[in-house]
């Protein structure tokens, strides 16, 4: 009996990001590769910046203090899901079949692209038509917005057209004219999160998935979310997948 040689491990982010890993004409996939790359680029930077060091151990700054260095920091990064990240969302939401997503941090649109990518094909498939599927994205940023915006009409209709987005603060964007929701993608600063799934909640459909990025990093700031995704009534079964910095895979199982 012979055993075939396990394939080695990506050299580098990017090297996960082949033509069979997603399902994307040849220019997307080519725009999300470049998109990615500026995203790693932007991180490799930060994490070498001994100001956001010094914040992150400044035990004076209150919350409010807290958001506003943040905001200012990220205001003009990517910080995008990396592309394994990014893959595997892609692939859930076809598996799963979501036809409504909500995307809680849109930023540049990177993964914006990977989730429309999904719930487009997810329509085609089953026949539904384009304005009865979507990924609803949120962005407080007005100049990250505008270029998102940018980025979904280079990718072109399989993308844009299945994209809508909400404009400012999400915790205001999102109360109202909501669809029954499959699938959702936290992506926010993390005091944002449990204020939005709130408001998610009574819209999500009984087997809605959520994700949520870098749920294991130091000081995650998730302590309040995961306690509440792992109550013991909790109507969802949760786990954090082993990605680098954690992302937290819930499926919303309400008691019939």
């Known amino acids: 009996m012979s055993f075939a040689a396990e ?38 930077v930060l994490k070498n910046d001994q100001t956001i060091q010094n914040w992150k151990d400044n035990k004076e700054l209150d919350a409010d203090q807290r958001k506003h260095f943040f905001d200012n920091i990220m205001r003009d990064k990517f910080i995008a899901l990396t592309p394994d990240k990014s893959i595997f969302m892609y692939n859930l939401a076809r598996a799963s079949g979501a036809l409504n997503v909500v995307e809680c941090g849109t930023s540049y649109g990177v993964s914006t692209i990977y989730l429309a990518l999904a719930v487009g094909q997810n329509a085609v498939q089953k026949g539904v038509a384009a304005g009865d599927a979507k990924v609803i994205a949120t962005e407080n940023e007005p100049l990250k917005a505008e270029q998102a915006r940018r980025h979904w009409k280079e990718a072109g209709e399989s993308v844009e057209r299945y994209i809508q987005l909400r404009e400012g603060d999400l915790t205001k964007t999102l109360q109202a004219d909501l669809p029954s929701i499959d699938f959702v993608l936290f992506d926010i600063w993390t005091p944002m999160v449990m204020p939005t799934l709130r408001i998610l909640e009574p819209k999500l459909k009984a087997g809605a998935i959520l994700i949520a990025d870098n749920t294991a990093a130091p000081g995650n700031g998730y302590g309040e979310f995961l306690d509440h995704l792992r109550a013991e009534a909790a109507p969802y079964s949760a786990l954090t997948l082993p990605y680098q910095d954690g992302l937290e895979l819930a499926v919303y199982t309400p008691r019939s």
Do not use: Y
């Not at 996960?16 to 790359?37: E, G, N, Y």
């Open 7 to 44: 394939p080695n491990p990506p050299s580098n982010a990017l090297d996960v990001l082949i033509k069979s890993a997603i399902k994307a004409p040849t220019h997307v996939f080519d725009l999300l590769r470049r998109l990615h790359q500026l995203s790693l680029d932007q991180e490799l």
